[in-house]
Every structure is written in C-alpha cells, then in structure tokens.
C-alpha cells in the first residue's frame, strides 16, 4: 500500500518527540480489506472434493440402480452368483404384473392421500405450536414442552393395542382415518419448529405486530408463516416420506383390500416361493412417487433452506 508519512505529536509527549502514522493514498484503504488471507475471496472445490462427492452419489444411487436391474430380470438370473450388474429385457413385464398382482393403483392413490394429509397438518401444527412456545409466553410452557419432548423418548409400540381398540371403539377400522388421525402432528416436528423460529423470528416483528392491534393468529399468518417456509418445506418433505414408507401401524390396522403401498407390497413375497424380480418390481414402483416429488421439488425446498439460512 502506497502512503506518506504524517508527523503527528502525542498529547503528552515532549517537544520534538513525533511518531510518523501512514497516510492512505486513494485505493490503499480498498486493499487494507484483503489484507488478511483469504478475505473476500470465492473457495472453488478442488479434485478431492469432486472425486468423494462422485462416490457419495455413486453409492447413495447404487440401490436404486440394482433394484432397477433386479426388477428388468427374471428370478432364476436375478439368484445366480455372481449377480447381474446389467439390465435386462423383463422390466415392463414385470411392471405391469407387480401393478397387477398387488392392486398398486389403490394402494398408491391411499398412499397419497395418507401422506398428503398427514404431512400438511403436521406442518400446520407443528409451526403453531413451535409459534406457541418459541415467542408466546404462557403459564406451564416450560413443562408443557418438556412433556412434548418426553413423548420422543416412548417407543410406539406401547401404545399400540389401546390405540387399537380406540379405532375400533371409533369405527375406523380397516379405513384409512384410522392411520391419518393418530399421526396428524409430531412432538419432532413441534420441537424442530421451535427451534428455528426461537433464533429466526425478532421479538421485535412480534411486538410490532401487537403494537399495530394485530391478535396471535394474524401474527402467525403475517409474520411467522413467511419467515417460517423453509423449515415447513423440509418438515413437509421428511414428514411426507416417513409416511408413505410406513409400514408398521399400517399393516395393523389396515387390511388388503384397502392398502397402502408398504402393506400391498406384501402381496408380492407371498406363496411358496418368492420371486425376487417381482418384489423389485414393486419396490421400484412404489419408489417412483417419491422420486417424482424429490425432483420436481427439491430445488424449492434447497432454495428455501439457502434463503432462510442467509436471512438468519
């Protein structure tokens, strides 16, 4: 950096006693910026980073690709060692008799109806309640969250036979409320909420707002739901995905002549023998929905999280 020297003379300094500080020139002050290392500088990934974020996709994508190959084979090929690593001429074939055989129109149309419910009022109540005990403040809130977080630490099989009898005192059984309703909202989906609304909503938006004479549900629709999107979006997503792959409570209270996709699935591994082709068929097609939805929304829902983790 290009200066001159100024002489300047201390307070209480003697006479004659200067000590000379840079004076600095036009554009000096603009490379004191990067003086250090690094600032303001763009990090590129170099060839490591490339090479394991390849790996990464090339296993994370494996399965997928040997369900494919499974699925295009017939059973005898698909159990010989080594194993096949090519597709093969069978794949629609056995598309359209897993479709057949295990009523996979219905079961996906419930499937969709079930995760659909579910993953919207779980993101409904969730945000309220993350609202609730993030900003509001109320009597028990403290213990009321604490009884939220206790109920992650139960396992769900405890509560499965008097759940059981519930829906059947309800007359749900076989139907597809009894699945939705016990499900409509999660203690990690209220927990995550709070979490993110706690750091990324200002006390002073929610001030402003009871100054304007706005109540607490037009705080929520004004101010926190803006705010609020990209942590619902990746909550809509998880919370969809968890429920169409569930498998457990489902194939309880559910029985085969209305299914969702996990139960109908069942159908294919039943007999004697298991033609494995055909279970991979099925696996593929009930893949297919999920993979649909990850690509036609996943640059939104990264969008959001970038945005909002530029905003916070």
Known sequence: ??????????????????????????????????????????????????????????FSLF??????????????????????????P????????????????????????VAGVIALSTVLFATLAGFAFAKLRFKGRNILLMLVIGTMMVPPQLGVVPLFMMMTELGWGQKLPAVIFPTLVSAVGVFFMRQYLSEALPDELVEAGRVDGAHSLRIFWSIVLPIARPPMAVLFMITFVHAWNDFFWPFIVLDMTNPTVPVA??????????????????????TLPLLAMFIIFGRQIVGGIMQGAVKG
């Open 1 to 58: 950096m290009t200066t001159d020297s100024i002489p300047v003379q201390a307070a209480d300094a003697r006479p004659g006693t200067e000590r000379k500080v840079p004076k600095a020139t036009p554009g000096g002050r603009r490379r004191q910026l990067f003086r250090h290392p690094g600032a303001g500088r763009q990090h590129h990934a170099g060839p490591v980073a490339y090479i394991l974020l390849g790996l990464a996709a090339l």
């Open 63 to 88: 399965p997928l690709y040997w369900t494919m190959v499974a699925a295009s084979t017939d059973n005898t090929r698909v159990t010989q060692t080594p194993p096949p690593f090519l597709p093969g």
């Open 90 to 113: 069978h794949l629609l074939e056995n598309l359209g008799k897993a479709w057949q055989d295990a009523a996979l129109g219905k079961a996906m149309l419930n499937s969709l109806i």
């Open 265 to 286: 699935l069942t159908q294919l591994s039943a007999g004697y023998v298991r033609d494995q082709s055909l279970i991979m068929a099925g696996a593929l097609l009930g």
